[in-house]
């Protein structure tokens, strides 16, 4: 992705709201291809014409399939303060994802265990007293079906390895273009139709809410061949 392509939804001080398109990495791995987080780094160095390193701390982190709202702190202070409100379950998070299948209730509250196979990059579900397991959980609600597929609202309330997309392939309802988990191929082989739509968390530094929401992309109904 371009600079001039990034789109920010939310700045301020101490954060920073970016949109994340599927395919980009949201912060550095093994591979060194660019990421979400040199791109809001460059954007601050830019515009703000500072000298040398720019801060920008990860405080949550989307799959590099997915697509999305993608938050960064802009100061230690504020990454440690939304870190732990990450960790304390504090950060109301809704993804939306289309899935092959009908669920057979309209909502439900799923409940596994996962472990995190950290050479394949995989998880998978376990039994309970597994070693290395982690209780997952989300809430899912239907609103949408076309034929044999489905459009999710989730609520993960747990923050998993690979959570939303385990927990659903587990069922019979993959998400459509995430070949790893069993869900069928798309055009678009760097994306799968799961997409952070929203953030809500508390402000780090002032006593108010910061809620940034995001549509769908567009592009979904060429990748994917589905509605918005």
Same mark, same amino acid.
């Given at each position: 992705m371009?600079?001039s392509?990034?789109?920010v939804?939310y700045?301020?001080?101490?954060?920073?709201?970016?949109?994340k398109?599927?395919?980009?990495l949201?912060?550095?791995?093994a591979?060194?291809? &660019?990421?979400?987080?040199?791109?809001?780094?460059?954007?601050i160095?830019?515009?703000?014409?500072?000298?040398?390193n720019?801060?920008?701390?990860?405080?949550?982190?989307?799959?590099?399939?997915?697509?999305g709202?993608? @938050?960064?702190?802009?100061?230690?202070?504020a990454?440690?303060?939304?870190?732990?409100?990450?960790r304390?379950g504090?950060?109301?998070?809704?993804y939306?994802?289309?899935?092959d299948g009908?669920p057979?209730?309209?909502? +439900?509250?799923?409940?596994?265990?996962?472990?995190k &196979?950290?050479?394949?990059?995989?998880?998978r579900t376990?039994?309970?007293? +597994?070693?290395g397991?982690?209780?997952a959980?989300l809430e899912?609600?239907v609103?949408r079906?076309?034929?044999?597929?489905? @459009?999710?609202?989730?609520?993960?309330?747990?923050?998993?390895?690979?959570?939303?997309?385990?927990?659903?392939?587990?069922?019979?309802?993959?998400?459509?273009?995430?070949?790893k988990?069993?869900g069928p191929?798309?055009?678009?082989?760097?994306?799968i139709?799961?997409?952070?739509?929203? @953030?809500?968390l508390?402000?780090?530094?002032?006593?108010e809410?910061?809620?940034?929401? @995001?549509?769908?992309?567009?592009?979904?109904?060429?990748?994917f061949?589905?509605?918005?």
């Amino acid at each position: 992705m371009s600079d001039s392509e990034l789109h920010v939804l939310y700045e301020d001080n101490h954060c920073l709201v970016l949109a994340k398109p599927a395919g980009l990495l949201m912060a550095g791995d093994a591979t060194g291809d &660019d990421t979400l987080l040199d791109c809001g780094k460059r954007y601050i160095r830019e515009k703000y014409s500072k000298p040398g390193n720019v801060y920008l701390g990860v405080v949550h982190r989307l799959d590099r399939p997915v697509s999305g709202v993608a @938050l960064f702190a802009r100061t230690s202070k504020a990454a440690a303060r939304i870190s732990a409100q990450f960790r304390e379950g504090q950060v109301q998070k809704v993804y939306h994802a289309w899935v092959d299948g009908r669920p057979p209730t309209e909502s +439900e509250v799923l409940v596994d265990y996962l472990v995190k &196979d950290a050479d394949r990059n995989v998880s998978r579900t376990a039994a309970s007293d +597994e070693s290395g397991a982690r209780e997952a959980q989300l809430e899912y609600r239907v609103l949408r079906t076309e034929s044999h597929r489905s @459009l999710l609202e989730i609520r993960p309330q747990t923050g998993r390895p690979h959570q939303i997309r385990v927990q659903l392939a587990s069922r019979g309802w993959p998400i459509l273009g995430d070949v790893k988990y069993g869900g069928p191929q798309c055009s678009n082989r760097r994306a799968i139709a799961l997409h952070a739509q929203s @953030l809500t968390l508390k402000h780090p530094t002032l006593s108010e809410e910061i809620s940034v929401s @995001l549509d769908l992309p567009a592009i979904w109904s060429k990748w994917f061949g589905v509605s918005r």
